[in-house]
């Protein structure tokens, strides 16, 4: 069984950056895609950012050139590094593992709060 950890959120002002970390158990990690999702009170979870096992990334259009996802193989950990936030990004940041196996495994996510 897969456990993700997703830890980093809290409050910041408008331009402001953080950083979010999810640490994985078990040994699929290395294996896998990671993602990146969020969700906005009343709205549907959606995507934020991607990266396959080979590093290669996938972003939403509204966090391009904003948010940076990167991952630790040695760590079991993904990342995201979150830039120029908005109030607009306020949301619960959802950590997600992708098998090659075709399991799915989600984290119980971390808030983020932009406000001044």
């Known amino acids: 069984q897969v456990q993700l950890v997703e830890s980093g959120g809290g409050l910041v002002q408008p331009g402001g950056s953080l950083r979010l970390s999810c640490a994985a158990s078990?040994?699929?990690?290395?294996?896998?895609?990671m993602g990146w999702y969020r969700q906005a009170p009343g709205k549907q979870r959606e995507l934020v950012a991607t990266?396959?096992?080979?590093?290669?990334?996938n972003y939403s259009d509204f966090v391009k050139g904003r948010f940076t996802i990167s991952r630790d193989n040695a760590k079991n950990t993904v990342y995201l590094q979150m830039n120029s936030l908005k109030p607009e990004d306020t949301a619960v940041y959802y950590c997600k593992l992708d098998s090659v196996y075709g399991a799915h495994y989600w984290g119980k996510g971390t808030l983020v709060t932009v406000s001044s």
């Open positions: 078990g040994s699929i990690f290395s294996s896998s895609t």
């Open positions: 990266i396959t096992s080979g590093g290669s990334t």
